[in-house]
C-alpha cells in the first residue's frame, strides 16, 4: 500500500560525499517517524539515522557529526546527507517509514535498498 523508492547510491572515494533520498507514496495516513538502516555483508542491519515528526535525531555513533538525515513533509521524503565517508560505510542502505493507522498502531515500511560503497 505504501511503496518508497530510494536513489543517490553509488561509488565514492574516501572522504567524499553522496546524498541518498526516499520518497514515499500511496495510501499515508500519518507518517510519525524516517530513519535510515544499513547493513554491510555477513552483518546485521543497523541504525544509522532517525528523525522524529518532532524534529528530534538519532544518529549511530560511527557517523555523527558526518551524516545529516532531513525530510521534506510535503513530498513525504526522507533524505541522508553523507560526508567525509569511510570504507566502513560501505553497506546496502535501506530506509524506512513509520506511520501511525490508529490510536496504538503503527505500520512500517521499507525501501528496496540502495548500494553504497566507499573505496580508493
Known amino acids: 500500500q505504501v511503496q518508497l523508492v530510494e536513489s543517490g547510491g553509488g561509488l565514492v572515494q574516501p572522504g567524499g560525499s553522496l546524498r541518498l533520498s526516499c520518497a514515499a507514496s500511496?495510501?499515508?495516513?500519518?507518517?510519525?517517524?524516517m530513519s535510515w538502516y544499513r547493513q554491510a555483508p555477513g552483518k546485521q542491519r543497523s541504525l544509522v539515522a532517525a528523525?522524529?515528526?518532532?524534529?528530534?535525531?538519532n544518529y549511530a555513533d560511527s557517523v555523527k557529526g558526518r551524516f545529516t538525515i532531513s525530510r521534506d513533509n510535503a513530498k513525504n521524503t526522507v533524505s541522508l546527507q553523507m560526508n567525509s565517508m569511510k570504507p566502513e560505510d560501505t553497506a546496502v542502505y535501506y530506509c524506512?517509514?513509520?506511520?501511525?493507522?490508529?490510536?496504538?498502531?503503527?505500520?512500517?515500511?521499507w525501501g528496496q535498498g540502495t548500494q553504497v560503497t566507499v573505496s580508493s
Open positions: 524506512n517509514v513509520r506511520t501511525k493507522t490508529g490510536t496504538s498502531t503503527f505500520a512500517a515500511y
Open positions: 500511496g495510501s499515508i495516513f500519518s507518517i510519525v517517524g
Open positions: 528523525l522524529s515528526n518532532g524534529g528530534s535525531t
